[in-house]
Every structure is written in structure tokens, then in C-alpha cells.
Nanobody, 118 residues
């Protein structure tokens, strides 16, 4: 059973930075994607950044050049480095392990709140 625990959220002034870790228990299978998603109040959850099963990264257009996803396999931890934060980045951030198209293999963390103020 996979469990994911995010941390590192907080309140930060616009232009600042945060790094979010997501610690995992359990081991990924070969087709695991690992990603970060976010949900702002009144909006749908959206993908922010992800590794596919070949370790290729993808980013939402809104965060390209500012955010970076990384992972430490030895620590079983996924990270999201967020730089040049904007108020519109304010959201609950979730990490996820999943296989696209699979309802069974989809695990979410509980989320960590990021608030960016002017």
C-alpha cells in the first residue's frame, strides 16, 4: 500500500520560494508516474508537474521556468521547487503516484497549503 505525505507549505510573499517534499511509503512499479497537482478555491484540480515512467518531466505552462520537479529515489521522496511565486500560485498542493488510465493505481497525499501574498 502506498502512502504519500506532503509538507513544506506555508505563506510567502510574491517573488519568494518554497520547496515541497512528498515522502512515500511503498515502492513504485515500473509504470508509475509521479506528479504534483494543485487546487485553488473554486477551481478544479490541475496538474503542475510530473515525471512519467521514463523520467521525462512535463510542466503546466503557468509554471514553466519557475517550478522544478525532482526526486530522490534513495529517500523515496518527490520534490517541487517553486521559485518566483505569484499570488495565483495560491492553492492546496498534492502529490500523486499513478498510472494514467488506471483507477486502481492512483494514490494521493493529503495536501499542503501554499499561500502567496503581495
Amino acid at each position: 500500500q502506498v502512502q504519500l505525505v506532503e509538507s513544506g507549505g506555508g505563506s510567502v510573499q510574491a517573488g519568494g520560494f518554497l520547496k515541497l517534499p512528498c515522502e512515500a511509503s511503498g515502492r513504485p512499479h515500473r509504470n508509475t508516474y509521479m506528479g504534483w497537482f494543485r487546487q485553488a478555491p473554486g477551481k478544479e484540480r490541475e496538474g503542475v508537474a510530473a515525471f512519467d515512467s521514463e523520467n521525462t518531466t512535463t510542466y503546466a505552462d503557468s509554471v514553466k521556468g519557475r517550478f522544478a520537479i525532482s526526486k530522490d529515489n534513495a529517500k523515496n521522496t518527490l520534490y517541487l521547487q517553486m521559485n518566483s511565486l505569484k499570488p495565483e500560485d495560491t492553492a492546496m498542493y498534492y502529490c500523486r503516484w499513478y498510472t494514467p488510465g488506471s483507477h486502481e493505481y492512483s494514490y494521493w497525499g493529503q495536501g499542503t497549503q501554499v499561500t502567496v501574498f503581495l
